[in-house]
Nanobody, 121 residues
Framework: QVQLVASGGGSVQPGGSLRLSCAAS????????MGWYRQAPGRQAELVAL???????HYADFVQGRFTISRDNAKNTVYLQMNSLKPEDTAVYYC???????????????WGQGTQVTVSS
């Protein structure tokens, strides 16, 4: 099994910055995709950003150049640098990965615990 532990959430004023981190551990043969989703109160979860093992990235339209996703493959860790935060970015942010626990098992999705991000003046 793969475990994901996220950190770095908190409260910040509009225009501020936060950096989220998420480390994967456990039985890991390979991690193809890592990323972040978020869910605001009363809303469905939505994709924020994804990054492949080859560092190809994909961002949601609402990111608009404000967020940067990166990963350290040696540490099985993904980061989300969030700048120019807006009140509408307030949500619980969930770490995600698509990984293979062993080289003999199929890839599957894993989710970490959420970390709260609150943007408010």
């Amino acid at each position: 099994q793969v475990q994901l532990v996220a950190s770095g959430g908190g409260s910040v004023q509009p225009g501020g910055s936060l950096r989220l981190s998420c480390a994967a551990s456990g039985s890991i043969a390979s991690i193809e995709i890592m990323g972040w989703y978020r869910q605001a109160p009363g809303r469905q979860a939505e994709l924020v950003a994804l990054i492949t093992s080859g560092s190809r990235t994909h961002y949601a339209d609402f990111v608009q150049g404000r967020f940067t996703i990166s990963r350290d493959n040696a540490k099985n860790t993904v980061y989300l640098q969030m700048n120019s935060l807006k009140p509408e970015d307030t949500a619980v942010y969930y770490c995600y990965c698509n990984a293979r626990p062993t080289f003999y098992t199929a890839r599957r999705d894993y989710w970490g615990q959420g970390t709260q991000v609150t943007v408010s003046s």
